[in-house]
C-alpha cells in the first residue's frame, strides 16, 4: 500500500514509516540529556535498552502492517510528484529488507547496551550510549534510503559516532590508534564512494534510485557509468568489509571493545550491505552484467581470504573479525550472480542475503557476547576458553552454538540453513564455480570454529568460575535461545522477510 | 506406531540431552546409561522390524509426513522400508555392542561421559540418515555424525599420540565436510529442475525435467559427496589414520555404520533421482570400485599394524558395494546392500577383537603382539580368526553373498552399460578376492601361529564374549539364510529400479 502524498508544495510525512530511526534518535537525545543532568550512571544503559525495546514495537506494528499488504509492498515517505521530477520517486520506503534490518540494528543495540551495563568504569555510559542510538538511527535510516544523498548521509551517520565508540575507552592506547585507522580508511572510502555518486549524478541528473535506473537504462555512455557504478560500490565495500577493503577489520576489532567489535561487525556491516542492496535492486540494475561478475569475484575473494586468514589466529576478537570478513562474502554471493534485466524479480537472492545476516547477526552477536565476558577486557587467546564449560555452561553451550551456526554444522541447523539459502541462489543462478568456492570454505571455516570449540569442552584445572554480569548474562540467554529456536523453526526467518 | 519411528530417532539425542545435562554423574553410571538408553532404542527398532509388513518391504512404512521449512518446500519426511531397516537394525545393534563394551574397558583418556553422550548423538544422526525422506533432512542428519565422530577420534583416541589423533580427526572432518557441502549443491541443482526435495517424489520422477547435463553435473556432486564417505579410492585417504587413531567403540560405529551412510546414499538418492546422469559416470564409479577392492588388499598385504590393516580392508570391501551399485541391476545393489550389513557386522566383529588386542598390549602393531596367538589366548585368536574367514568370503558367513552377488550383477550389467568394462571390472575385483583371502590367511599366520612370543594376554573375558557373540552368530546365519535380509531389499531394489533391472 503505497500511499503517495498530493501534489503541493508541503510534504506530507508518513510517520509510521520512519518510526524506528526516529524513535532511535530521539533516544539518543534523551540518553545524552538523562545522562548529563539526572544522575545515576546506570540510566543511560537502561534508558538505550528501553528505545531499542520501544523501536521494535514500531518495527513489528509496521511489519503487520506490510504483511497484511501482501509479500512486495512497501510503505513510502517524503516523496516527490512527478510534477516535478520524471517519477513519482520517494527518498524513503519501508519493506521487507528495511524490517530485517531494523531487526539486525535493534538487536545489536540491545545485546551491546546489555553487555556494556556494569563496564561504566571503562567508558563514560553517556557518551557512549548517546553514540550508539546515533549510529543505529543512521542504521535504521539507510535501510530504507531510496536515493542517494540520503544514503549517504545516513552511511555517514553510522560511521561517525563509530569512530568515537571505538576510540572511546579508558584502558586501552590502541583504541585511539584503531579508531583513527578506521576513520582514515572510512573517510577515503566515503571519498571514493562520493565521487562515483557524482558521476551517477551527472550523467542520470537524478540521485533517485528508480530515476537513475530509467535513465542508465537510456544512458549511451557505457564506460563512465561503469566507473560511476563501481566507485559507489567500493564506498559501500569498504563498510561491508568486502576484500581488498578489509584491512581494518582486525585492527579495529581488537583496539575496540568487544562490545564495540560486536556492534561493528553487525550493525555497521548490516547498513553497508542493505545500502547496497538498495543501490544494486533499485538504481544500478541495469548494469548487473557490469557489477555482477565484479562483486562475484569479491564475494569469492572475502570468504577465502576471511577465512583463510581466520585459520592462523590465536586472538578470539581477531578470529571473529577475520571470520565476519568470511561471513560477509557468503552473504554478497547471492547479490552476485544475479543478472541483467532479471534484478528486479530476483527476490530469493535478495531474500537469501538477508536471510544469512539475520542469522549472521544473532549467532554472532552470541559469540561476541560471550568473549566479552570471558576475555573480560584483558588480552586473551583461545586457551582462556579451555574448560569454560565447568566454569560457565550457559556461555559455553551460547558460544559452542553459536560457532556450530556459523560453521553451518548440525546442531546448528539454522546456519546450515542460511548456507542452504545462499548455495539455493547461487545453484539457481547457474554459477557453479561460485557454489564451489563456497563449498570449500565451508570446509575451511570448520577448521577454525572447530578449533576454538574444542577448548571450550577442554577439560582444565581452572574451576573458579568466571563472573557472569546480569546484563551479559540476559544477552547470551537471549540470543542463545535466539538461536535454538530458529533451529527448530528455520522457516521463522523466512516469516521476518516476507513482511 | 508411526510415532515410533520418530522415537527410536530421537531416543538417543534426548538421552545425551539428559546425561549431558546431569550433574556429576561418574564414568561407570555413564556408560550404564549409554546401554539403557541404547537398548530402549534397538528394542524400539526391534519393535518397528517387526510390525514392518516384509510382504510389501518396497512400500514406505511407518511414514512421517509434516512441513518443516515451508518456504523452500523442505519436509519432515520420515519412513523406512527394505533397504533402510535392516540397517537401522544393524546400527542399534552395534550402539548397544559397543555401550557394552565401554562398562568393562572404556578408553584411558577423557571422561567416559563425554564419549557416551558424542555416541548417543552420532547413533541419533545415523537411524535420522536411514529414516530420512526429505534430501535437505537426510543432510542434516548426515552432517549431524560429523562432530561427535571427530571428537571421538579426537579426544579419546590412541592415549600415545594425541596430536595424531587430532590430525587424523580433521583430516576426516574437513574432507567429509567438503565431500557433502558439494553435495548439497547436487541437492540444489536437483531442486532448481523438479522444485522438490523429496525422495520419494524423486525416484518416482526419475529425473523426469531434469536435462541430461544437469543430472550429469548433479550426479557428479552428489556422488562425489557419498564418495567421499563410502570412501571410494581415490579418496578414501582419510580412513586409514581416521581408524588407527579411533577408539576401539569408534572404530566400530566408523566402520559399521557410519560408512554405510555414504553407499546407502547412493542407493537411495543417487540412483533414481539422476538416473541419466548415472549411467554416464557408473562406469567409472565400477571402475574405482574395481581397483578400490585391489588396492585395499595390496595395501593390507604392505601393513604392519592389524587396525590400519582392518581399515585398508574396509576400503576393499566398499570397492566390492560401489562396484554392486554401478552395475544398476537388481542383483548387483542386493548384493551392494547385503554386503553392507556383512561388512558392518565383521568389520564391526574386527575392530572389537583389535582393539582387546589393543588395549591388552598396548600397541596393535604385529611386532608388539607377538606370535602364537592360538596357544596363547586360544579362545580371543578363534574369534579373531571367525572374523577374518567371513571377512574374506568364506562360502556359509555372511560375507560371501554381497561380494558373489555384486560380481554377478557385473558379469551382466544393467541398461546401456558396455559389458565389457564390467566383465573386465568383475575379473580384476575377482582376482582382489583372491588377494583379499592371502592378507588374510597371512595375519592369521603371522598372528595365530609360531612360537609363542610377545607380551602376556588375557583370554577373552565375559563382556568380550557378550559382546561379540551377537555379531559372531548373525554372521553365520546371514551366511546360511541370506534371504533374511535380500527379501527386505529386493522389492525395494525392484520399485527403485522401476520395476526391475
Redesign the interface.
Known sequence: MTELPVAGTLQSIDWAAISVPVTLAVGAVVVLLADAFLGPRRLAGTLTIVTAIVGAGFALGLANDLQGAGSESSRATFCVPAGLERLTSCSYAVDSATIAVWTVTLLGVLVVALLMLGRDDLTPPGEFHFLMLCSASGAATIAGARDLVTLVVALELVSLPAFAMVGLRRDNKPAAEAALKFFLISVVSTAVMLFGISLLYGITGSVYLDQIAVSLNESSVKAVVGVGVVLTLVGLGFKVAAVPFHVWVPDTYVGASVPVAAYLSVVSKAAGLVGLIQVLRYGLWPYADTWGPILAVVAALTMTVGNVAALRQRDPVRLLAWSSVAQAGYMLAPLAVLSGSSVLESRDAFVATLAYLLIYSIVNLSAFAVVSVVGGGRRDTLDSYAGLSRREPVAAAALAFALLCLAGLPPGVVGLFAKLVVFQAIVNSGTGWLALVMAANVAIGLAYYLRWLVMVFWPSADVEPTNLPNGAGVAITTTLTLAVVFSVWPAGILSILSA | MTILLLVVIGVPALGALALALAPRVGDQLAAEWGVLVSAGALAGTVVLALGFDRGDSGRMQFVTDVS?????NVRGHFGIDGISLPLLLLTALLSVLCFVSLLRNAPSC??TR?LVVLLLLLET?VLGTFSALDL?LF???F??V??PM??VI??WGDPHDMPGNRRAA?VF??MT??GS??M??GF??V??HTGTFDMVALAQRGGAGIPAVTQL?AALAIGLGLAVKTPMWPLHIWLPDAHAKAPTVGSVLLAGVLLKMGTYGFVRIWLPTVPDGVERLAPYLGAFGAIAVVYGALACLAQTDLKRLIAYSSVGHMGFVLLGISTLTTAGINGALFANVAHGLITGLLFFCVGGLKDRAGSSDFADLGRGLYERTPRLAGVVAFACVASLGLPGLAGFWGEMLSMLGAFDPGGALARGAFVTFMAVAGAGTILTAAYFLGLLRRLGQGLPSGPDLDDIRVDEVLTWSPLVALTVVFGLAPGLVLGLTNPAVQVLMGGGG
Open positions: 518443516w521449512i515451508a518456504p523452500i577423557g571422561g563425554g544422526g535437505v543432510f542434516v542428519f552432517e549431524t560429523l562432530i571427530w571428537w579426537a579426544d580433521t572432518l574437513l565436510v567438503t557441502a558439494v548439497l549443491v540444489l541443482l531442486y532448481a553435473v
